[in-house]
């Protein structure tokens, strides 16, 4: 192969190329690894004892109280805090936990486009640069961020418990907090996403098309 002056590809006679038609690419769905495939990958640290949190912890992650046995690493160009990430916590809790966030991970990721994304405070849950959810750890309990209004009408009945963070900046744009503690908060959690998807018109992605080595 040479490049002409034109900065346009040729080829000589000689060279020879693979015939490449006989072959059916077809494009995937981008799949969302599981937190709970992620966690077992982490390497074990020793969890310090948390305390019940108080109301002014809930408005956000940074408030979670640095442990003294935490090291600082020092560098040449400083230092800097070690402290466990949102995987690293998440591994440590109880393994219904865990379950409890791979199955509100893989409910918010069946809406299109809704993609999830770690780092090191929570797993968020955009759709383009729109925020639509949250997950994040305070003390032992799992905590759901969603971007529904606290004092809607429909959702304003008490069963569901939400706290409302609209006048913490760090969650306005996801205001409605749900703690989750059990199976049941889990399945009144997947209502209000799917409450909230309504109000944005995000439909569910389609079934995806079975191959024919998945068949066999």
Request: charged share 35%; net charge negative.
């Amino acid at each position: 192969m040479k490049i002409d002056d034109k900065n346009k590809f040729s080829y000589s006679e000689n060279e020879e190329f693979e015939d490449l038609s006989e072959f059916d690419i077809e494009e995937e769905a981008e799949e969302v690894v599981p937190a709970r495939e992620v966690v077992r990958e982490v390497a074990a640290y020793e969890e310090p004892a948390y305390e019940e949190e108080s109301a002014e912890e809930y408005a956000e992650e940074t408030a979670y109280a640095e442990p003294a046995d935490y090291k600082t690493a020092v560098g040449v160009v400083g230092s800097i805090d070690i402290r466990p990430s949102f995987i690293e916590r998440l591994s440590e809790m109880d393994e219904s936990v865990i379950e409890w966030h791979s199955q509100l991970q893989e409910h918010l990721t069946s809406y299109r486009k809704v993609k999830s994304r770690y780092s090191a405070r929570c797993d968020s849950y955009r759709m383009g640069r729109d925020l639509l959810a949250k997950m994040a750890i305070g003390g032992k309990t799992l905590k759901l961020y969603l971007a529904v209004d606290p004092e809607d009408a429909a959702l304003d009945d008490g069963k569901y418990h939400q706290r409302d963070l609209s006048e913490t900046s760090a969650y306005q744009e996801v205001p409605f907090m749900l703690p989750i503690r059990s199976n049941l908060a889990v399945r009144k959690a997947c209502r209000v996403i799917d409450y909230m998807m309504e109000n944005f018109n995000i439909p569910k992605r389609r079934p995806r098309r079975k191959r024919m080595q998945d068949l066999q």
